[in-house]
């Protein structure tokens, strides 16, 4: 072992590639033919190596110092242990060096390997080229990695209204011009092409006017889903003159769908079914917003929005596992908190996806034994 290592510190010291070179492909100790290969600079030679040393451990650290392009090309598409690791390899090298042109002719050649191509689509930033490669390649994997890099808007367009274009969906995702988003939700006859263009509408009033009219109930509920301000929840309640006046109903819940039910007794109700072995099985809960008033309750809440459940696909469903009801949930708007309430530790712990909460400067908190909870969410989730 020392002379082994003695070896080794030798290596380091020596440049002779000659030497080097005898000792990389003739050495007994694995070891010692390793830290040789590190220091050959002949590119050939390392290629030689990569291609057909016997032991993986010194034809991986001759394809670590390999960089000839050339070479990188001729691994990529005829080495079957490094035809990613090479692909990956020169597209990089290529990308740092600005090669552009470079990448546009491996995705060009139809011969090379679809790695090669695929990387190198990755990396392209002429426009029209992305384009081309779009509505051209033969590479399924080819046109995605290039209609990922295509920012301009007019192409995107212009994609879309080809008819044959099979990418539908991607694009849509890719369009952020919000005047076109807006024109295909509101004038575009597909359904398709309006609920991938809903999620990227920031617009408020647009997202409540296709909540409230669209005629897929879908796109209602993408549009509902999307919806990121409280207020704009008000245009959908038609229950009461306003989402904080709860008080003769205890509760309004907002669901996905668009539907409005009242009541505290509803916010609790979820799909209830059981599977084959008995076990008993729910659903989340449909609610988007939920606007209740504590004002009659007292003691500890801790666990008012916790709710686990145990969710499944059916009869004999055999994924079965717990979850929460409240999954679906992103507003809340919470009043009447009074000096009754004793706790409300983890009060929210099951709503997940929870967004926004109002009215948390109008509770009165002097009735709990620990605040930390209510700090922390205050500070959280105030405006």
């Known amino acids: 072992m020392k002379t082994q290592k003695k070896r080794i510190e030798g290596i380091k010291e020596l440049d002779d590639q000659e030497i080097l070179l005898n000792i990389a492909k003739k050495d007994k100790i694995k070891n010692v033919r390793k ?18 040393d016997k032991e993986d451990i010194i034809r991986e650290e001759a394809f670590e110092h390999i960089t000839d392009e050339n070479l990188l090309m001729e691994l990529a598409n005829h080495s079957v242990k ?9 597209t990089d090298q290529l990308e740092e060096k600005n090669k552009e042109d470079s990448l546009i002719k491996i995705v060009q050649n139809k011969e090379n390997i679809f790695y090669l191509r695929e990387y190198a689509a990755e990396k392209i930033t002429n426009q029209e080229v992305l384009l081309n490669i779009v509505k051209n390649d033969s590479d399924t994997k080819v046109r995605k990695n290039a209609l990922n890099n295509i920012t301009n808007q007019k192409s995107l367009i212009e994609l879309l209204s080809d008819a044959e274009f099979d990418l539908e969906k991607e694009t849509l995702e890719k369009i952020t011009d919000q005047d076109v988003l ?51 929840f008000e245009k959908l309640n038609n229950v009461t003159s306003s ?6 109903y205890g509760a309004i819940i ?14 609790f109700n979820n799909l209830k079914r059981t ?37 499944g696909h059916g009869l004999g469903d055999l994924e079965i596992k717990e979850d929460y009801l409240f999954k679906n949930l992103k507003f809340l708007i919470v009043q009447g908190i009074n000096d009754k309430v004793t706790n ?34 205050y500070n959280k989730y105030k405006n």
């Open 254 to 267: 907002i669901e996905k769908s668009g539907n409005i039910v009242t009541g505290k007794e509803n916010i």
């Open 35 to 52: 830290e040789a290969v590190k220091k050959i600079t002949n590119q050939t030679e390392l290629y030689n190596i990569a291609n057909n």
């Open 344 to 377: 409300i530790d983890g009060m929210f712990n099951g709503c997940p996806n929870l967004i926004e909460i109002k009215g948390l400067e109008t509770w009165d908190v002097s009735g709990l034994s620990d605040k930390t909870y209510y700090n922390d969410i």
């Open 82 to 90: 490094f035809d990613i690791a090479a692909s990956r390899k020169l």
């Open 275 to 311: 599977d084959s072995s008995n076990m008993h099985v729910e659903s989340p809960s449909d609610a988007v917003l939920i606007s209740i008033d504590f004002t009659e309750e007292s003691g500890d809440l801790s666990k008012y929005f916790y709710k686990k459940i145990i969710t």
């Open 182 to 232: 807006i024109e295909i939700v509101l004038n575009n006859q597909s359904k398709f092409y309006r609920q991938g263009a809903i999620p990227n509408i920031t617009n408020q009033e647009v997202l409540v006017k296709i909540a409230l009219t669209d005629s897929d109930y879908e796109c209602r509920e993408i549009a509902i889903s999307t919806l990121t301000n409280i207020n704009a």
């Open 243 to 248: 989402l904080y006046d709860v008080e003769n």
